[in-house]
């Protein structure tokens, strides 16, 4: 058995990276616990096989967009027998909103990122279209002439 601190600074809060972080070491029946620290990064408490320990610190590592990580340090420390879970360690009511609407956020701005573009190439459609008719409409009117000419002759 083997235990490990790990330290994360950067972009990590409200991209949903703790869940991300929870789902892998659940996944893998690591122990532990995660919280956030004072500074707005992570702290974790990782305990297992050494070989799962590190299949896992690799995952966590490379996390999902919009996380960014700017440090990641690890500290081998003495194991903790009296954990038997991986948890969270709730912080306010207020980081946990800020955490939870965090991701939703993002996935809301991304969708309207694609919005605007879809309604930017609808836009340029509808211009080309409208030069179209326009042109059709001046071949049109341009035969309508060509037409009354020749029917008053």
């Known amino acids: ?11 990590v809060l409200r991209t949903g990276y703790r869940w991300y972080i929870v789902d892998t070491v659940r996944e893998k029946d690591l122990v532990g616990y995660i919280e956030f620290t004072p500074e707005g990064g992570l702290l ?5 096989e050494d070989k799962i320990l ?24 003495k194991p903790d027998p009296k954990l038997k879970a991986f948890t969270i360690k709730y912080g306010t009511i207020g980081d946990e ?11 809301l701005e991304h969708s309207l990122k694609n919005i605007m573009t879809s309604i930017d190439e609808l836009k340029k459609s509808m211009n080309e279209i409208s030069e179209k008719i326009d042109l059709l409409y001046e071949s049109y009117r341009n035969l309508l002439e060509a037409y009354m000419k020749s029917s008053r002759n």
């Open 1 to 11: 058995m083997k235990a490990l601190k790990i330290k994360i600074e950067g972009k």
């Open 44 to 48: 974790i408490h990782l305990q297992g």
């Open 54 to 77: 590190q299949e896992a610190v690799e995952k966590i590592k490379n996390p999902p967009q919009p996380t960014l990580i700017r440090e990641f340090s690890i500290e081998e420390v």
């Open 97 to 107: 909103l800020h955490e939870g609407f965090g991701p939703i956020q993002f996935e």
